[in-house]
């Protein structure tokens, strides 16, 4: 745990954002990583637009931790796209993170459990295998950005996250800094942006979004679900 003498977590998070918080999305990831060294760690989904921090990290430090979800539910792409990413980047410590196969067997033996509770589904396949990880962290880093929900608005670029602080150097780019970076940096997109999926989770979870235009529409369709969990605690 983060362990800073007469701080908490709330007040070392507001004076890191406060120092760096403006910073580019590159000079954040290194000062924190100068920071906190190996207690930092950084989760992807290798998702849609997931290369940009990827890229950025593989920069900085490519031997750094990199936490995978790994919920058995993913698109085929998505651990190609994983693989490829990994390759062509040179990072050296992508982590698998898989729930526990005695609690998959008891909460969710046939496989299902997505389609009535997802919910649940998420807390047994994400949650609490990341928050099991994260327990060898001090901090984490998100490729999370204000404009992809109402929810997400007014996040800070370090805030505190629990016992942890949670670090989110793409809080101000849009899509169109998404974009820009990927055509500039020539780098590989998941190949399921090119199907019109501009958010990537779990296959079944994930679908094409409507005409709302709202890139994450297409995930939990049908429940009022917007978030998987992972970011719950803010
Ligand atoms: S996104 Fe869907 S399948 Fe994946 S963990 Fe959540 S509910 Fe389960």
């Not at 942890?164 to 399921?192: F, M, S």
Request: proline share 6%; net charge negative.
């Amino acid at each position: 745990m983060l362990d800073i003498p007469g701080r908490t977590v709330r007040a070392t998070a507001a004076d890191l954002d406060g120092r760096y918080g403006t910073l580019e999305a590159e000079e954040v990831l290194r000062e924190m990583i100068d920071l906190f060294g190996k207690r930092i760690a950084l989760v992807s989904s290798f998702g849609a637009d997931s290369v940009v921090l990827l890229h950025l990290l593989s920069k900085v430090a490519p031997d750094h931790p990199v936490l995978f979800l790994q919920t058995g539910m993913h698109f085929e792409e998505t651990l190609r796209y994983r693989t490829e990413v990994t390759e062509a980047l040179g990072l050296t410590n992508v982590i698998d993170v898989e729930p526990l196969f005695i609690e998959l067997s008891r909460e969710d033996p046939a496989a299902d459990l997505h389609q009535s509770e997802p919910d649940a589904c998420c807390a047994l396949r994400k949650v609490r295998p990341l928050s099991a990880a994260l327990q060898n962290y001090d901090a984490w880093i998100t490729g999370r950005r204000r404009h992809q929900t109402f929810a997400r608005r007014e996040m800070p670029v370090v805030e505190p996250d629990g016992a942890r602080i949670k670090v989110n150097p793409l809080a101000a780019w849009d899509q169109a800094d998404i974009d820009a970076y990927i055509e500039a940096h020539d780098l590989p997109r998941h190949p399921l942006v090119a199907e019109g999926y501009p958010s990537i989770g779990c296959a079944v979870c994930t679908r094409r979004p409507g005409a709302s235009g709202d890139a994450r529409d297409g995930r939990w369709n049908g429940f009022t679900k917007t978030e998987c969990g992972i970011h719950f605690s803010n």
